[in-house]
């Protein structure tokens, strides 16, 4: 064992785990305003971690991704946050059906909010899709063509 991983610790704790997971969610975040867009990886890299570190805390790639919409929902009030995290639900193309209907509510309460229209009850996510489509062409200038 080197030096280094010897000095390493485990969050052991619930405190020092829910710790880790908001660093997580945190880098997550910041990750995405990096060029490379959207990865685990990224993720990884940006809170100083292993890969494997981060699949300790997070099932898939979209249980991170489904953690940090919660995370944006709960916890912040920016608009161009929101929008950044709506652009990467390309995340949720393996995700399994029970993931997808949690993403496409969370997805319809952070949409209303940047709408300011009331969110859908019904958790449909090919009309969640569509609202992420309208998002991300509002948020970047461009026409949606008809």
Known sequence: MTEERSKRTRARSPQAK??????????TLA???????WSVNAAAREAGLSKG?????FDNA???YIALLKE?????DNTQEAALVLRHAHVLADASEDE???????VQILESRLTGQPAPDDGNWPA?????GSTIFKESGLRELS
């Open 18 to 27: 829910a710790a880790m997971r908001t660093r997580l969610l945190d880098a």
């Open 31 to 37: 990750s995405l305003h990096h060029a490379e867009g």
């Open 53 to 57: 570190t981060v699949y300790l805390y």
């Open 62 to 64: 979209a249980a991170l």
């Open 72 to 76: 944006v929902i709960e916890n912040r």
């Open 100 to 106: 997808r209907q949690e993403a496409a509510r969370l």
């Open 128 to 132: 969640c899709a569509a609202l992420i």
